[in-house]
């Protein structure tokens, strides 16, 4: 409780905990605003075409589909959250403040547990966002199904795990290289570039290893929405069979990496 | 003299680089300890060790009798190097981060620290915005809150004006005087000098001498003396019985004896008795500056 009180000082006076609030706030409605008008001018025709789309597509953002199509189209955008937990790691380098908060009094497991409450922090508002948004749709838009609105209510703890764990791997890329910008620039390009090109080029040689990837681990977590499963139903149904043993997986890699955070920080001079 | 702090064989190397090799010493309670050694001499890195914020290859220490663990670390206020702050965050917020990982003081020692180091007109100003003496001038705030029994300073005066340096002079002699135990490294001899009771002089890696100050710089007898004739009187001591060395100090000249030795008023008698009268007669302590120079001089 004293590491959750020492960090919330840290962090409640820092600007950019603040701006990255807002843009999460503003980012995820926001995303999820422009696939629901692609998916409303698609579907509000009275022509066939629009008939079509209703039926291929049904209802993602009504209740209980809400939980799961938010999670996805969020899920996207984890870079937000994630420049802030690179930032926050980074600067106690750069203020030399980790070595501070030891010699003040902190042990070194302590510091890194401290980490764990911040990503824990930031994925949880982050994960509370996202609820938020998918709350907000699941009201909006009303469908058939909206009795059953708990029904694909699993996706938030699976938001909180995916967020956490790939919060944890950007933690992890500001802890090894000490610098914002250059730990930066290799999530972004890792997670937008170099991953999705290694998934697809397995993928397209049908090589399984590519689901063991670190971000694509937790990435299985949250499949595409229901829709998905019209254009490709096998491998759809497998994406969501995969899912359970994907927690398992996450937990063991995210466990894996604090792990060595601490292993690292007991041995590294400060 | 019970111990605050005790090294034993502390070694910490970078590479093929020896920062410290086999170092121990112990400092005792209430003493104010400097620690001098030129840059590179391992001071900074031996504070580290003894503070956590590096790791040692082999030896150990003891704080307060005790392995140094977080519990030790919390009853010493520390300043390491450079003042380490949250740039964002005001003077009262990242001492408020000191005293609660520190468990020293309440939010009313904060007031008084900043007090004691002259920030409380900009006490809510941010650190991005401080000078670097106001930056330096908190980490000594922040290493006082909460009243402290042991007090580590790694070059205190760094970045200070002349009235700053003064004024933290007379902040470690008033400490002391209050019975606190201050362990400060530093280059600056005549701040040593003026302020430690004891002292620990190192060079590349190495302890060269630690102990009381004046244990350390007494191992020599130097007596100045001065008359109508120095020539006759240089040519008068050269052979005289205990004289190691004559040396000419500007106007005066320098007779040194093996420590404990040298008697005044047979120096006084022996040139009255061959017609030399003197008008300067000083029993000199080495100066800590000298004995440094001599020590570290290769």
């Known amino acids: ?270 | 003299m019970e111990s605050i702090l005790e090294l034993s064989s502390i070694t910490k190397s970078y590479g093929k680089i020896k920062a410290l090799q086999n170092v121990s010493y112990q400092v005792p309670r209430g003493s104010v300890f400097g620690i001098l050694g030129p840059n590179g001499s391992g001071k900074t890195t031996m504070l580290g060790i003894v503070l956590n914020a590096l790791q040692s290859d082999s030896g150990n220490f003891t704080w307060f009798g005790q392995p140094g663990s977080p519990a030790t670390r919390q009853r010493i206020g520390s300043l390491l190097e450079t003042p380490n702050f949250y740039h964002y965050l005001s003077a009262v917020d990242n001492l408020k981060i000191t005293q609660a990982i520190s468990h020293r003081g309440n939010e009313a020692d904060i007031h008084k620290a900043l007090e004691t180091v002259k920030l409380t007109e900009r006490k809510h100003s941010k650190f991005s915005t401080y000078s670097l003496g106001m930056k330096q001038r908190l980490a000594i705030g922040a290493a006082l809150l909460g009243n402290p029994e042991v007090i580590v300073f790694d070059e205190p005066t760094n970045g200070l004006d002349p009235v700053g340096i003064l004024e933290i002079r007379e902040l470690i002699k008033e400490l002391a005087s209050q019975g606190k135990t201050i362990i400060m490294a530093s280059h600056l001899l005549d701040e040593v000098e003026k302020v430690c009771t004891h002292v620990a002089i190192m060079k590349r890696g190495t302890l060269l001498t630690a102990g009381a100050v004046d244990e350390v710089l007494a191992n020599e007898d130097i007596v100045e003396i001065n008359g109508n004739n120095n020539e006759g009187l240089k040519r008068l001591f050269t052979n005289y019985t205990g004289v190691t060395q004559v040396k000419q100090h500007g106007d005066h000249l320098q007779l040194f004896f093996t420590f404990g030795t040298a008697n005044l008023e047979a120096i006084n008698q022996h040139c009255f008795n061959n017609g030399i009268v003197l008008n300067h007669l000083l029993l000199k302590k080495k100066s800590l500056e000298t004995k440094f120079f001599e020590l570290t001089n290769d």
């Open chain 1, 1 to 270: 409780m004293s590491l959750i009180k020492i960090e919330w000082l840290k962090i409640k006076k820092y600007p950019a905990f603040w701006w990255m609030l807002g843009i999460v706030a503003l980012t995820y409605p926001g995303v999820n605003l422009l696939f629901y008008n692609v998916y409303q001018q698609l579907t509000t025709k009275k022509d066939f075409t629009s008939t079509i789309a209703k039926q291929l597509f049904g209802n993602p953002f009504a209740f209980p589909e809400t939980w799961h199509s938010v999670a996805f189209f969020s899920s996207c955008f984890v870079i937000v959250p994630a420049i802030l937990v690179i930032m926050m790691i980074t600067n106690e380098y750069q203020y030399k403040t980790h070595r501070q908060n030891v010699i003040d009094g902190w042990s070194r497991n302590q510091f890194i547990t401290s980490k764990i409450l911040d990503v824990a922090i930031i994925a949880i508002v982050a994960s509370i966002m996202y609820a938020a948004t998918a709350t907000g749709y699941g009201l909006t838009v009303k469908d058939d199904n909206t009795a059953k609105w708990s029904e694909e209510i699993k996706y938030i703890p699976l938001f909180v795990l995916q967020t956490f764990a790939q919060l944890t791997i950007a933690f992890l890329l500001g802890f090894l290289i000490k610098k914002a910008f250059i730990a930066l620039g290799i999530f972004v390009f890792y997670f937008a570039i170099v991953e999705n090109i290694i998934v697809g080029f397995l993928g397209f040689k049908k090589i399984a290893a590519a689901r063991f990837l670190p971000l694509e681990v937790s990435d299985k977590l949250i499949p595409g929405p229901k829709f998905f499963g019209r254009f490709n139903e096998e491998g759809y149904k497998l994406s969501l069979s995969q899912i359970n043993e994907h927690i398992v997986y996450t937990i063991v890699l995210t466990v894996a990496i604090w792990a060595l955070c601490y292993y690292i920080y007991k041995k590294r001079d400060l």
